[in-house]
């Protein structure tokens, strides 16, 4: 797995299980089995490689809560930093698909033409759009499949529900629905989210940070030499 997918799972299950919200052990032992920390974050837009979702849920968490303290000052974002926390982990959970159908499918072309020589067609992923929803899937938007999986382990709050639902704003099927009816929590999250999407993440992944090199040992100081 790609170092960066592998600090960024991290982040997520240790970021998650510091909420100790009941049920968030038994959510994110669902989140590995349907394949969260794995998935691509989109059809052909940011992130859409092999573990681009759980990269991008990693940047939509530390964007939120870094924006969140400025937003809402010290106190208010101690007691609202688990909720953020909470919707910033799961807004995308709906990327895995429900009802054991995964959310995006491989998007396969043609590979060449079939010749007398290989008569068979062969077919490859697409490198401009990896992926595609699956077409198998009735059309639910994955926001709110994100609360339905959520749902089955633990317990969102009123906010916090309707954050994760809304959380694509004014872009998303329900924008006509949340005009003039913007949350704080809500509006936090997807500032966090449409940031990283569009002006953070390319398609591919990130190249890892290379350790910056150590600093040779300074050279002994010379002894002055006496004067003859």
Not at 47 to 57: N, P, Q
Request: charged letters at 30%; aromatic letters at 10%; hydrophobic letters at 35%.
């Amino acid at each position: 797995m790609n170092d960066v997918v592998m600090e960024s799972a991290a982040y997520v299950r240790k970021t998650l299980r510091a909420t100790k919200r009941p049920g968030i052990t038994d959510l994110l032992d669902h989140m590995e089995e349907v394949g969260f920390f794995t998935a691509p974050a989109s059809g052909g837009n940011h992130l859409c490689c092999d573990g681009g979702l759980v990269v991008h849920t990693a940047n939509v968490m530390k964007l939120a809560e870094k924006a969140g303290k400025v937003f809402f000052g010290p106190e208010k974002f101690k007691e609202m930093r688990n909720s953020i926390r909470i919707v910033a982990g799961l807004h995308d959970l709906g990327k895995c698909g429900a009802w054991n159908k995964v959310y995006y499918a491989e998007n396969m072309i043609k590979d060449g033409r079939p010749t007398k020589a290989n008569p068979e067609q062969r077919y490859k992923r697409s490198d401009g759009k990896p992926f595609e929803v699956n077409k198998g899937l009735v059309h639910i938007d994955h926001p709110m499949l994100s609360v339905k999986e959520a749902d089955l382990y633990i317990e969102l709050t009123e906010e916090e529900y309707f954050a994760i639902l809304y959380h694509d704003g004014m872009y998303g099927s329900l924008a006509y629905y949340l005009k003039g009816h913007e949350r704080p929590l809500q509006t936090l999250l997807h500032f966090a989210d449409y940031w990283s999407a569009q002006f953070e993440e390319m398609k591919s992944l990130p190249e890892p940070e290379e350790e910056p090199a150590a600093a040779p040992d300074p050279e002994p100081e010379k002894e002055d030499l006496p004067f003859n």
